[in-house]
C-alpha cells in the first residue's frame, strides 16, 4: 500500500537536517518476573551501548520495582540519559511514584532527562486532559528542576486531546505502532511516518519549540499475526531498518519499543479483541543477545 503524504507532513519529515537521538524502552523485571537491581540495568546498558550506540533509555513506572533507586545509579556509572515516567492510574500509584521522584530522582539530576506524567491514559480514556494537567502541576511544585510531559498515542495529540497537556509540558512523548495498526511489514513504514507527522504537526501549531519525541515504536519477532501485521525476526529488522532508522535520519528522536524479551508478560489483547504475544518485542534476547544489527 502506498502512503501519501500531506504536503505539511512532507516539510515536516524531510526538513530536519540533524541526526535523531536513538532511545530503548527498558523493563524493570528479569526474565523471571523478579525485580531488577543495579546490576541488571548495569548489564543492560552495556548491551545497548556495545549493540546499538545508544545512550538513552526510558522506564515507564517510577513506583515499580524501586526502579529510580536502582536505575540511576547504574546509568550515572554508564553515562546514560534516562526519561522516567510517573503513573497517575491511582492515587496510590502517583504518589509512590512522586515519591521516588523527589526522594531519590533529584540526587540524579544530571541523568533524568525528563519525567513523564501517564502513558497512553488519554487513549485509553483513563483521565481527562484536565486531570493530567493538574498531576503535571503538582510533581512540577514538589520536585522542581526537571522537564516535564506526558506520553500518549498519536492520534491523541493529532486530534488535539493533549492540548492542555501540552500547554503546561516541557516535552511530549508520540506512540506509534503500525504493528497494532494491522500494517503489513511493506506498507508499515509509511504508515508510521504519516501518524508521527500528523502528530508532530499538530504539537508544533499549539506549543512549538518542545522536545519531541517517539515515544514508542517497535515490531514483534514472534507471536500471533494480527491483522496484515506479521512478526518475525525478519519483519521486526525491516521495520527497525526504516522506520526507526530512517526516522532517526531525518532527525527525528525514537524510543524503541523494546530494548529486551520480557517473557514473564502475560499475553495481551489487541485493539481488535484478538489476542496478541508482548513477550518478544524486544531488539534483543532477554539475555542481551541481538536479534539483527541495531547500528544506525
Known sequence: MRISFPAALVAFVTGASAAGTLGFAVGVKRADGSCKV??????????????????????????????VAQILPAAQSKAFG???????????????????????????KNQVIAVTVGSEGLYRGTYTADF???KLNDLRSA?????????????????????????????????????WQGASIDAAPGVFQDSIGQAFNHINSVKGGIPLWVGETGWPSRGTTYQNAVPTVQNADTYYRQA??????????????????????????????????????????????PKYNLMC
Open 38 to 67: 543495579t546490576g541488571d540495568y548495569e548489564a543492560d546498558l552495556d548491551a545497548i551501548k556495545s549493540n546499538s550506540g545508544s545512550t538513552t533509555v526510558r522506564v515507564f513506572d517510577a513506583s515499580e520495582c524501586d526502579v
Open 244 to 289: 526507526v532508522c530512517g526516522s532517526l535520519g531525518r532527525g527525528t528522536n525514537v524510543f524503541v519499543f523494546e530494548a529486551l524479551d520480557e517473557p514473564w508478560k502475560p499475553q495481551s489483547v489487541g485493539q481488535d479483541g484478538s489476542s496478541a504475544d508482548e513477550t518478544s518485542w524486544g531488539v534483543m534476547t532477554a539475555d542481551r543477545q
Open 132 to 134: 493530567l494537567v493538574g
Open 82 to 108: 534516562v526519561v522516567l515516567g510517573v503513573w497517575p492510574d491511582t492515587d496510590a500509584q502517583y504518589n509512590a511514584g512522586k515519591a521516588a521522584i523527589t526522594n531519590t530522582a533529584v540526587n540524579f
Open 143 to 179: 520536585s522542581p528542576g526537571f522537564k516535564y510531559g506526558t506520553a500518549d498515542t498519536w492520534n491523541r495529540f493529532a486530534d488535539g486531546t493533549a492540548d492542555p497537556v501540552l500547554q503546561v509540558s516541557d516535552i511530549a512523548l508520540v506512540n506509534a505502532f503500525s504493528y
